[in-house]
């Protein structure tokens, strides 16, 4: 990505599926699949499945004695996951809202969600939807970033607090609620199982600009009058000359029914 501010932003497609392809990306899926503990014949269903990034590896899991069940409301989103599945017969990308799935209750054996209730308009109603579609014993995966821990290193740090304030106050719907998973799943009625903290580390500024949107954002918040232009501008051109360092808290909940 250019290190000027005037990029358009990237369609979200391809955001999601360059940010999942990160070293960072893979280490966390991976774990969050290991311990769902996903087996034959299994329904697994993965709310908020956009480009279908997961499916396959759900499907390979369940085989096709198993279902694997992605739901998305966004059109482009289920164009990709389906054309990304379509030699999966077992596999269905349904179209829905994750606060009332399209899914019969307690029919579901292992559910993911990934970085999506973030987005959405109440975690907790979501949380209760998934708790209804799960049968008793089944094994829930979720795993979402905590904005307000985001870290980028800058000579001038007081910007940088600036620019992480705008995301967390601006730009994520629900920008804490990687602390709070654990929380609003056991009152949704799953049991906790485990919680995991990582922090994906960025050392490259393309890969960080793409995948944290700072250039995107940043622009925004100048707009916004949150950030002064020329202090921001200033920030962000020292920030692409290097050496670079970025980081924030990405939590992971695995709960049971």
């Not at 998934?130 to 089944?138: F, S």
């Not at 804490?176 to 998973?181: I, M, N, P």
């Not at 919680?195 to 960025?202: L, Y």
Request: with cysteine; net charge negative.
């Amino acid at each position: 990505m250019s290190t000027t501010l005037g990029v358009p932003t990237p369609d979200q497609a391809s955001y999601m599926l360059r940010a999942a392809a990160t070293d960072a990306g893979r280490s966390y899926k991976q774990e969050l699949l290991e311990l769902l503990d996903v087996q034959a014949g299994h329904a697994a269903l993965d709310v908020g499945c956009g480009p279908g990034t997961d499916l396959p590896a759900l499907a390979e899991r369940v085989g096709d004695r198993g279902t694997v069940i992605g739901v998305d409301r966004d059109q482009v989103m289920l164009a990709q996951a389906r054309a990304r599945t379509a030699g999966l017969r077992w596999v269905e990308v349904r179209e829905g809202d994750a606060h009332a799935l399209p899914v019969a209750s307690g029919t579901v054996d292992r559910a993911k969600i990934d970085r999506v209730l973030m987005h959405v308009a109440e975690p907790a109603d979501v949380l209760a939807e998934l708790h209804r579609a799960t049968r008793p014993g089944a094994r829930i995966g979720l795993a979402e970033p905590d904005w307000d821990t985001l870290i980028v290193d800058s000579e001038d740090v007081e910007t940088s607090r600036a620019f992480t304030r705008y995301t967390t106050a601006e730009v994520v719907r629900h920008a804490t609620v990687g602390r709070r998973l654990a929380r609003l799943a056991e009152r949704a009625g799953f049991r906790i199982e485990a919680v995991i903290a990582t922090t994906p580390v960025f050392r490259d500024f393309q890969e960080a600009d793409h995948t944290l949107g700072l250039g995107r954002n940043l622009r925004k918040a100048i707009e916004g009058g949150h950030v002064d232009r020329t202090r921001g501008r200033d920030w962000f051109a020292g920030l692409s000359e290097g050496p670079f360092y970025a980081s924030f808290t990405l939590v992971s909940v695995v709960g049971s029914r």
